[in-house]
Nanobody, 123 residues
């Protein structure tokens, strides 16, 4: 049974940092592309970052330089390091897995999703 379990969310002041993690189980993690998406209240879910099976990453333009996605295939875990956080980064953050191993920004191409973790950035 596939599971994606996010952790690391919380409340942080503007300018602070958080590191999210997503622990995967139930599939061959190294073969899957992994992505992070987020959904703010009243808004559609949007792409944040993705990494393919060999570690090549893609980022949404506004997050380049502030967010870093990485993966540890030995631990079946993907991470999202978020620095210089802004109130506009407040959202529920979701990780997702793509069976074709891509670093894709298309939400519809992901096969499995986690339950999300709340990130709140105060001003």
């Amino acid at each position: 049974q596939v599971q994606l379990v996010e952790a690391g969310g919380g409340l942080v002041q503007a300018g602070g940092s958080l590191r999210l993690s997503c622990a995967a189980s139930g599939f061959t993690f190294s073969r899957f592309g992994m992505g992070w998406f987020r959904q703010a209240p009243g808004k559609e879910r949007e792409f944040v970052a993705a990494v393919n099976g060999v570690g090549n990453a893609q980022y949404e333009n506004s997050m380049k330089g502030r967010f870093t996605i990485s993966r540890d295939n030995a631990k079946s875990t993907v991470y999202l390091q978020m620095n210089s956080l802004k109130p506009g980064d407040t959202a529920v953050y979701y990780c997702a897995a793509d069976r074709w191993g891509r670093a894709t920004w298309w939400e519809s191409e992901y096969d499995f999703w986690g339950q999300g973790t709340q990130v709140t950035v105060s001003s």
